[in-house]
């Protein structure tokens, strides 16, 4: 009995002794997400017959196919952002198909306030270019963040819609978004109808 009290204040004396250390413990800092994203340059994409517009050099623009065939469809491939842009084309053979599409697009957005925190939307109008749409930012923890829909309301209309391939967390993905929504928009500002 007496060995196994004398192990026992050994070890007891070995525990308090090793925590004696003097060194104060402070939290962690919060830390942010390093975004070491280029600087915006554009080039020209025209390489569609129905439109044309700007988008960022570091983006990988390709058509979209169907089985073979090539379609007027576009995605464009946001490389160290890890998203998506699908921009998808469609003729308009009267009034009531392009109420149709808007309609839709609207319909689009609606299923995600469910999600979002808030939905803020932009009317874009060039007159000269004869380019009209809305812009819609969806803020919070949604699938997709950023659609917007052009049209020269005769003729075409044109749906864009961003995919990150993430989970969405707004707060970590605010950077890269911010960076995409200037592209978006520049490529809204440069877009133009060809017939």
């Known amino acids: 009995m007496k060995k196994l009290f004398w192990i026992s204040l050994a070890l007891l004396s070995l525990g308090l002794v090793s925590c004696g250390d003097d060194e104060l413990l402070i939290p962690k800092p919060p830390t942010f997400l390093r975004n070491n994203l280029p600087e915006h340059t554009y080039k020209v994409i025209n390489d569609n017959p129905h439109y044309q517009f700007e988008a960022s050099e570091v983006y990988i623009v390709k058509p979209v196919l169907f089985g073979t065939q090539m379609t007027d469809h576009k995605e464009i491939n946001l490389g160290v952002l890890n998203g998506v842009l699908y921009l998808n084309y469609y003729s308009i053979p009267n009034r009531d198909t392009l ?97």
Not at 105 to 116: G, M
Not at 129 to 154: C, H, I, P, R
Not at 161 to 190: F, G, Q, V, W
């Open 99 to 195: 109420i149709r599409y808007i309609n839709l697009s609207n319909d689009k957005i609606d299923e995600h306030q469910v999600k979002a925190d808030r939905i803020v939307d932009q009317q874009m109008i060039n007159a000269k270019k004869k380019v009209y749409g809305t812009f819609f930012e969806l803020q919070g923890n949604v699938a997709t963040n950023f659609q917007f829909y052009l049209t020269d309301s005769t003729n075409h209309f044109l749906r864009g819609e961003l995919l990150m391939n993430c989970a969405p967390n707004y707060d970590s993905l605010r950077p890269s978004l911010d960076y995409i929504k200037k592209d978006i928009l520049h490529l809204i500002e440069t877009f133009e109808w060809k017939k």
